[in-house]
T-cell receptor, first 110, second 113 residues
Framework: SQQGEEDPQALSIQEGENATMNCSYKTSINNLQWYRQNSGRGLVHLIL?????REKHSGRLRVTLDTSKKSSSLLITASRAADTASYFCATDASDYKLSFGAGTTVTVRA | DAGVIQSPRHEVTEMGQEVTLRCKPI?????LFWYRQTMMRGLELLIY????????DSGMPEDRFSAKMPNASFSTLKIQPSEPRDSAVYFC???????????FGPGTRLTVL
């Protein structure tokens, strides 16, 4: 079963705009990870945020985590065509088992 | 490092045939995961190895599926006999430790006719 659920399912934005997607989960976690998947490729790890962290940055990515609301958000600033991909949040349902959401498909229009 | 290597990249077979998918994890990684991705069910964990030992195979659909990791640098996922509903993209991933980021291979797209 999928613990993490991304919202929205799909997002279309103009190049240069920011893209925000959210992830909600059900049970307590140790950490939450975000991955990107380009069409026909494997998943690529973007960022990991631990349960005692509230915000983390990596380049144009900003991730927040609110454990009281059991939610996380991923912000991509100044989007580029190369950001077109599906984005997944993954929570650790156990020490090793990551539970992936269904993903948000982001399309960046030139 | 070349990353996680999977072969073949594409496999088309007929129902009833045996299919073997292969994975070479990143050198030094202790954990290896096999996933299956479909439109209907998303990304599902099939089996997890730690230090070459299968720890959790509860995600393996049924007895037709088996996985081995004879050494730290090689793992196989076998489906025998294959069925059309096994058609999916199968990913192998490895990580340094159990809670570390996972590095995914490019996947094997399996089509069972």
């Amino acid at each position: 079963s999928q613990q993490g659920e991304e919202d929205p399912q799909a997002l279309s934005i103009q190049e240069g705009e920011n893209a925000t997607m959210n992830c909600s989960y059900k049970t307590s976690i140790n950490n939450l990870q975000w991955y990107r998947q380009n069409s026909g490729r494997g998943l690529v790890h973007l960022i990991l945020i631990r349960s005692n962290e509230r915000e983390k940055h990596s380049g144009r990515l900003r991730v927040t985590l609110d454990t009281s609301k059991k939610s996380s958000s991923l912000l991509i600033t100044a989007s580029r065509a190369a950001d077109t991909a599906s984005y997944f949040c993954a929570t650790d349902a156990s020490d090793y088992k990551l539970s992936f959401g269904a993903g948000t498909t982001v399309t960046v229009r030139a | 490092d070349a990353g996680v290597i999977q072969s073949p990249r594409h496999e088309v077979t007929e129902m009833g045939q045996e299919v073997t998918l292969r994975c070479k994890p990143i050198s030094g990684h202790n954990s290896l995961f096999w996933y299956r991705q479909t439109m209907m069910r998303g990304l599902e964990l099939l089996i997890y190895f730690n230090n070459n030992v299968p720890i959790d195979d509860s995600g393996m659909p049924e007895d037709r599926f088996s996985a081995k990791m004879p050494n730290a640098s090689f793992s196989t996922l076998k489906i025998q006999p294959s069925e059309p509903r096994d058609s999916a993209v199968y990913f192998c991933a490895s990580s340094l430790g159990t809670q570390d980021e996972q590095f995914f291979g490019p996947g094997t797209r399996l089509t069972v006719l």
